[in-house]
């Protein structure tokens, strides 16, 4: 997480976010009180517009003359991802999730029997479907265990690294809790080692600054959906652009990926594009870009502060209601907070919870973060973003505090 900057006395201080003028651009917020960010956040009203203005301009001129017609439009989905990632702009693919983006990232690391991958407890359950399957090809994947926060254990995971680890995969914030690992500390010690470094930033991204160069990473996956606000449907994948050409072609590549140059010989895409693929939902593509041109506009430290304020603020008022347990480990939290009920099963309360106007979700141990304690195996998700506000968190906590 980015740590507060010292305030200088002569330099005025930057208003926080306008809340209201972000809860005016979220329509949606008069209806219903969304602590379901971490599944899918809200969209502003610029980003609807933007996706429903393309596709109505598709349905009117035909969908390839729309391309070319708004190539700039489409485009600026990798000026602003530039700009928030620190990275260039041939740097990034889109594609249609964080799924699809962490699997054609993983599938192109060069990797063989008797080669190590390094991952931790909190990695998501389709990236450890790729690490299964990795070990059936004779690929050693070793779990680094948890420090006693709950993050991802440093110390375990530098003396376990060694020549033979070709790839360490981090989940920077899993699905099921709080937790922010710390990223770009495991991507100096994998630096170090040589190893490649792929970060799932799936929850994270729009929740707080991501820098590729500080982080260290050479692939960052990531979603358009949830804290970036964006249309569903859409992703991102950053690939640093050094690596390039030591990497396995992607595992699906068609004639935008690459061309046919001979009739046994293809060339691929000399940028990150060689992971894209010709068809895509192209209103969503602009949607996207106006997704995060609006995260930028308001500043990503700003949307920090106030999610993580939020979140832990959230927690503070779960923690006084009697029969609530908290779940949130890790030396940094973020908007994601995750509880059980006594007696009451998290699919009961999120259904409950519906009918009284809020969105929450459930998460269950799928994957290697295993919540202790739950009632039926899962646990309530409840997550934050910068348009909910304090009375919406008094709302849901009495509501917890009836059925407790």
Sequence with gaps: MTPSATEDPDVPARPLLDVDAVRADTPACADVIHFNNAGAALPPKPVLDATVEFLNYEATVGGYESVLDREDDLNRVYRAGARMFNCGE????????????????????????????????AEY??????????????????????????????????????????????????????????????????????????????????????????????FMSL??????????GTGLLYVKSSILDDLEPPIFIDG????????????????????????????????????LEYALDLGLAAIEQRVVGLGAQLRTQLASVGGVTLHDRGVNKCGIVTFSIDGVGAIAFRDQARGAGINVSQTVPSAWQVAQGAPDGSIVRSSVHYYNNENEIDRFVDLVSTVG
């Design 256 to 291: 935008y990926s690459a061309d046919w140059t001979g009739v046994d010989d293809y060339e691929l895409q000399p940028s990150a594009k060689r992971f894209e693929l010709f068809e895509t939902s192209f209103a969503g593509k602009a949607g996207l870009g106006v997704a």
């Design 223 to 232: 979603t358009g959906r949830k804290f970036l606000r964006g249309p569903r």
């Design 90 to 121: 041939a740097e990034l693919a889109l594609t249609s999730n964080a799924s699809e983006a962490w699997w054609r990232a993983f599938s192109s690391v060069p990797m063989g029997p008797g080669d190590r991958i390094l991952t931790g407890r």
């Design 125 to 218: 359950v389709s990236n450890a479907f790729g690490l299964m399957q990795a070990r059936r090809r004779g690929i050693d994947v070793v779990v680094i265990s948890d420090d006693d926060s709950g993050q991802i254990d440093l110390a375990e995971l530098e003396d376990t690294i060694d020549e033979r680890v070709k790839l360490v995969s981090l989940t920077h914030i899993p699905t099921s809790g709080g937790l922010v690992n710390p990223a770009a500390e495991v991507g100096a010690i994998a630096k170090q080692a040589g190893a490649y470094f792929l970060l799932d930033a799936c929850q994270s991204a729009g929740q707080m600054p991501l820098d590729v160069e500080a982080l260290g990473c050479d």
